[in-house]
């Protein structure tokens, strides 16, 4: 079993920016893409960035930047001139395959969550 755990949410104001951290703990073998995910209420889970363990990268959001990983199991997600509506719940996710994907049906491991508030 695989667990991960978010950090860095919180409020900020327009133009602000977060870092958020996922850590990965348990069977070091069975993951090799993490990534991040949001999801607004009454809305659908989107996919907003995510890697591989050879660090490539693939981006449903392309304002914000993915890093880490590579064995470490530990991803990042830099937030730059936030925004409203970037206001969700962020979620960090890993699976057991190589190539990266945005879709959350492919997904295995999901961790709580933090929650990212942006004000006007």
């Known amino acids: 079993q695989v667990q991960l755990v978010e950090s860095g949410g919180g409020s900020v104001q327009a133009g602000g920016s977060l870092r958020l951290s996922c850590a990965a703990s348990?069977?070091?073998?069975?993951?090799?893409?993490m990534g991040w995910f949001r999801q607004i209420p009454g809305k659908e889970r989107e996919g907003v960035a995510n890697i591989n363990n050879d660090g490539i990268t693939k981006y449903g959001d392309p304002r914000f930047t993915i890093s880490g990983g590579r064995a470490q199991k530990t991803v990042y997600l830099q937030m730059n001139a936030l925004k409203p509506e970037d206001t969700a719940m962020y979620s960090c996710?890993?699976?057991?395959?190589?190539?990266?994907?945005?879709?959350?049906?492919?997904?295995?491991?999901w961790g709580q969550g933090t929650q990212v508030t942006v004000s006007s």
């Open positions: 348990g069977n070091a073998y069975s993951t090799y893409c």
């Open positions: 996710a890993a699976m057991g395959r190589l190539w990266p994907s945005l879709d959350p049906a492919d997904y295995t491991y």
